[in-house]
Nanobody, 125 residues
Framework: QVQLVESGGGLVQAGGSLRLSCAAS????????MGWFRQVPGEEREFVAA????????YYADPVKGRFAISRDNAMSTVYLQMNQLKHEDTAVYYC??????????????????WGQGTQVTVSS
């Protein structure tokens, strides 16, 4: 059974930082592209960032470029999202995802693989 378990969310002031983690089990982690999405209640889920299977390539949504960094540790079956210079509009539930899809296609509704349960990030202004 595949499980993706996110952690690291919480409440932070605007301008602060958080690091999200997503621990994967039940799959051969190094054969999956990994990424993060976020969702605000009443809105559609939004792509945030993705990293290729080897970790050599990354892809970001425009609103987070230069502030967020995605990385992975294949030995630990974990993907990370370092979030810096947080803004109030980054407030959302953040979801980890695993799929075998080119990371440049992740913003286009093509991710249908595995999802975590989400972790809340709240940025106070």
């Amino acid at each position: 059974q595949v499980q993706l378990v996110e952690s690291g969310g919480g409440l932070v002031q605007a301008g602060g930082s958080l690091r999200l983690s997503c621990a994967a089990s039940g799959l051969i982690f190094s054969t999956y592209d990994m990424g993060w999405f976020r969702q605000v209640p009443g809105e559609e889920r939004e792509f945030v960032a993705a990293v290729s299977r080897s970790g050599d390539s990354t892809y970001y949504a425009d609103p987070v470029k230069g502030r967020f960094a995605i990385s992975r540790d294949n030995a630990m079956s974990t993907v990370y999202l370092q979030m810096n210079q947080l803004k109030h509009e980054d407030t959302a539930v953040y979801y980890c995802a695993a799929d075998r899809v080119a990371i440049t296609n992740w913003p286009h509704g093509t991710v249908t693989g595995y999802w975590g349960q989400g972790t809340q990030v709240t940025v106070s202004s």
